[in-house]
Nanobody, 118 residues
Framework: QVQLTESGGGLVRAGGSLRLSCVASGIAFRFADMGWYRQAPGKQRELVATINRHYTTNYGDSMKGRFTVSRDNMKNTMYLQMNSLKPEDTAVYFC????????????WGQGTQVTVSS
């Protein structure tokens, strides 16, 4: 059973930092492509960052230079370091595993709330 568990969200002032974590179970994490997405109230879910099995990363345009995605395969954990946070970064942040050749489907965590005050 695939399980993705996010943590690390909270309330922070503009300009501050947060580090999110996503612990995965039920998957071969070291071979998994993973991603972070976010959804603000009234808006569509959008890409934050992805990291593949080769540690290649990709970021949404508004996150470049401020956010850093990383992974620790020994801990089955993906991280998102968020710096220089802005009020518009306020959203629920979700961990995603898009499936692979063995595990079909699109898997999501329950999300963690990030609120940035001005």
């Amino acid at each position: 059973q695939v399980q993705l568990t996010e943590s690390g969200g909270g309330l922070v002032r503009a300009g501050g930092s947060l580090r999110l974590s996503c612990v995965a179970s039920g998957i071969a994490f070291r071979f998994a492509d993973m991603g972070w997405y976010r959804q603000a109230p009234g808006k569509q879910r959008e890409l934050v960052a992805t990291i593949n099995r080769h540690y290649t990363t990709n970021y949404g345009d508004s996150m470049k230079g401020r956010f850093t995605v990383s992974r620790d395969n020994m801990k089955n954990t993906m991280y998102l370091q968020m710096n220089s946070l802005k009020p518009e970064d306020t959203a629920v942040y979700f961990c995603n595993f898009p499936g692979d050749t063995v595990l079909k489907g699109d898997y999501w965590g329950q999300g963690t709330q990030v609120t940035v005050s001005s």
